[in-house]
């Protein structure tokens, strides 16, 4: 039997990533804010053919996506892209950086200004081993996914996936999608807040206008 080149392909990015990449449909506007090596703008480029560009704060990073051949510039993201025009992007994906942005609220209005659609992923600090971290050795917890130290974190603005919800609600943003992903990256059910506010290690949202 022969060997799918897609199981191959589809392993070159976390899962994470990879579910994002299910979400985005084929010949799409893609920009990709806070892109990292631009794993996932190259991933959408080969498998969906996107019209791929990306935002990067870290010149490693930006060196490394121009390396893959992708149009990526280098800057702080919510200066950055307060540049693009209005509906400039059929999708605007921020991966894992939500919690790094200086005002979470703003930053999701101009995702949905420049973009039709957001697709947003953050760690869930209401994970029952954070949870449970602090409970009992009152220190703030280095997880898999809050792989940092508190002094030398990135990220300033933690939330819960019950957090995130509620600022959509606020916001009038529109959830079209939701999903939730525990410790082994398999997705969860989205059938009781309570129960992915606690198991889910992040969320995973399709956002639009409201």
Request: charged share 25%; net charge neutral.
């Given at each position: 039997?022969?060997?799918?080149?897609?199981?191959?392909?589809?392993?070159?990015?976390?899962?994470?990533?990879?579910?994002?990449?299910?979400?985005?449909?084929?010949?799409a506007?893609?920009?990709?804010?806070?892109?990292?090596?631009?794993a996932?703008?190259?991933?959408?480029?080969?498998?969906?053919?996107?019209?791929?560009?990306?935002?990067?704060?870290?010149?490693?990073?930006?060196?490394?996506?121009?390396?893959?051949?992708?149009?990526?510039?280098?800057?702080?993201?919510?200066?950055?892209?307060?540049?693009?025009?209005?509906?400039?992007?059929?999708?605007?994906?921020?991966?894992?950086?939500?919690?790094?942005?200086?005002?979470?609220?703003?930053?999701?209005?101009e995702?949905?200004?420049?973009?039709?659609?957001?697709?947003v992923?953050?760690?869930?600090?209401?994970?029952?081993?954070?949870?449970?971290?602090?409970?009992?050795?009152?220190?703030?917890?280095?997880?898999?996914?809050?792989?940092?130290?508190?002094?030398?974190?990135?990220?300033?603005?933690?939330?819960?996936?019950?957090?995130?919800?509620?600022?959509?609600?606020?916001?009038?943003?529109?959830?079209?999608?939701?999903?939730?992903?525990?410790?082994?990256?398999?997705?969860?059910?989205?059938?009781?807040?309570?129960?992915?506010?606690?198991?889910?290690?992040?969320?995973?949202?399709?956002?639009t206008?409201?």
């Open positions: 039997m022969k060997n799918n080149p897609n199981i191959h392909r589809a392993s070159d990015i976390r899962i994470d990533l990879l579910l994002i990449a299910n979400m985005i449909p084929d010949g506007r893609v920009l990709d804010v806070g892109c990292g090596d631009g996932l703008l190259e991933y959408l480029r080969r498998e969906k053919k996107v019209d791929a560009r990306g935002i990067e704060l870290s010149p490693d990073g930006v060196n490394k996506s121009v390396a893959k051949g992708l149009s990526v510039v280098q800057g702080n993201a919510e200066e950055e892209i307060s540049h693009f025009p209005d509906n400039s992007f059929d999708y605007v994906i921020l991966s894992q950086t939500l919690q790094a942005m200086g005002r979470p609220d703003k930053i999701l209005e995702l949905l200004r420049v973009g039709t659609h957001a697709v992923s953050f760690p869930n600090f209401g994970n029952w081993r954070v949870r449970l971290h602090l409970a009992i050795r009152g220190r703030m917890p280095v997880t898999k996914s809050l792989d940092y130290p508190w002094y030398s974190t990135p990220n300033i603005h933690f939330c819960t996936i019950r957090d995130f919800v509620d600022l959509c609600d606020e916001l009038n943003i529109k959830i079209e999608k939701a999903m939730a992903v525990d410790s082994s990256g398999a997705k969860m059910s989205l059938n009781s807040m309570l129960f992915t506010n606690i198991f889910a290690t992040q969320g995973l949202y399709v956002l206008r409201g």
